[in-house]
């Protein structure tokens, strides 16, 4: 039975408004999602809410009726509330309808199975939410098996990050590791580290990438650590013809995940 | 020499900060750039601000000199201004020490030199001024002669676009156009139109492209409409393994433009 929940005041509506700072997502290990279509495919990627909110006047459209009853079900809350209480939820001028709060996923290395994909992307130092959105989303694209977060990178439980995934967040494999953990995680194993470097000589294009292949892109305004490139089995780099020096790390990541890809093909 | 501007009242301040509306940046013919890096790739690609607007205490730093002595040389003029009025400009919690301001470029189809480039970028009703940046970066590095914008796109003058095309603005040709103008302007010559399409049965890396390609790219969430794919020489689609439905539109134009520019290399 929902919940109904108009007043600012409320406890909860405090909680979840919270969940927008990293301290409060990590005390609680808990973060949002915002928009029927993202707790759509959470849900069919089997993640459901411990609270989804809901606009009354949306309490009637069949996918939040089956949103809330699944929620429910498997023992979260709904709640009924207003758009103004959504908006002060989301932060957003133009709310979304629905919003979940989930529980944070087990983001450790030990949680990744290299076997289960023929290609892993690595992120170190990534610092923008849409770059992460937009590598997730690359990466459930080529069928990668998921995004191994290294270093200090943007939270990606954070609401800008989670916004950018546009779902890709509940059916990527999400990991983070400190380097020095990485590395004998990585070697403990097959994989083939390919870091992308304008210091390489061949391009991205020559070299037959093998499988699992753990392809590695840098911080958007510094690259990779030179000693990070010194554990790359392969160096590669995407021709620059123009005046600029690099690429979006969204844009690199894909250009080369795509070429693994099709060698595959 | 430099005129000291230290009053928010200044009518040139409010002048400059109402550039960051869209209407105003029409009626002048302005834009805004910001930041030493930008304004420097625009004066090397001969592009010189007619106000420039540099916080006193960078004054001294020799490229803030030598835009200020080329500035000044073209006929443009020269503002020390403080800190609290560069962010009023920008806009930005954190400014960025130097600014200029730019007459818009003649972005008139009758200004784009197809033979000039074997990759031209089409995009149809673009919306997000990171994505117009991250594709005239992907524009630059590919040696794409520039960027033809279609219908409703965002403005690329306006300061969010400005920002994310770290530059890429003023090395990359820029048009805009309806559809309605632009294709008969695409087939008074040669030049083959490729569109990236869900519906297209072959793989991006299966075609020959012919130079000059002119690769179509739709809107974020809509993709291209069914009547601008049938007047496309080619539809093209990228393989998606995944739940997702598409990638980030500059994602897709990235792997494009470089399978395009592999074959050719």
């Known amino acids: 039975m929902p ?3 108009t ?7 405090k909680r979840v408004r919270n969940l927008r700072e990293k ?5 609680e290990g808990l973060f949002l999602a915002e928009g029927l ?3 759509a495919e959470a849900q069919e990627a089997g993640h ?3 609270w989804i909110f809901y606009a009354a006047d949306s309490a009637g459209h069949p996918l939040v009726r089956r949103l809330v009853a699944a929620t429910e079900k498997a023992g979260g809350e709904a709640i009924e509330t207003t758009r103004d209480i959504l908006h002060k939820l989301s932060g957003k001028d133009n709310p979304q309808t629905v919003l979940g709060v989930y529980r944070q996923f087990d ?3 030990a949680r990744i199975d290299r076997a289960a994909a023929g290609i892993w992307i690595v992120a170190q130092s990534l610092r923008d939410p849409g770059n992460l959105g937009t590598i997730l989303r690359t990466g459930d694209a080529v069928g990668a098996g998921g995004l191994i977060l290294v270093d200090d990178c943007v939270d990606p439980f954070s609401v800008e990050a989670v916004r950018a995934t546009m779902g890709a967040l509940f059916t990527q494999r999400i990991a983070q590791a400190r380097w020095e953990d990485f590395l004998p995680w990585l070697r403990a194993g097959p994989g083939q580290l390919v870091g992308t470097s304008l210091k390489a000589t061949g391009s991205y294009r020559a070299p037959r990438y093998e499988a699992p292949t ?3 892109v840098g911080n958007e305004a510094q690259g990779l650590p030179e000693a990070y490139e010194a554990e790359c089995d392969l160096l590669v780099k995407i021709p620059m013809l123009g005046k600029a020096d690099s690429l979006n790390a969204a844009v ?3 250009v080369i995940a795509y070429e693994v890809l099709g060698q595959r093909s």
Do not use: C, D
């Open 48 to 50: 459901l809410p411990q």
């Open 252 to 254: 690199a990541t894909a």
């Open 23 to 27: 301290r409060h997502r990590r005390e």
């Open 3 to 5: 919940r109904e929940i």
């Open 7 to 13: 007043a600012y005041s409320n406890p909860l509506v």
């Open 214 to 216: 753990f392809l590695l």
């Open 37 to 39: 279509r993202i707790l």
């Open 107 to 109: 983001t450790s290395l």
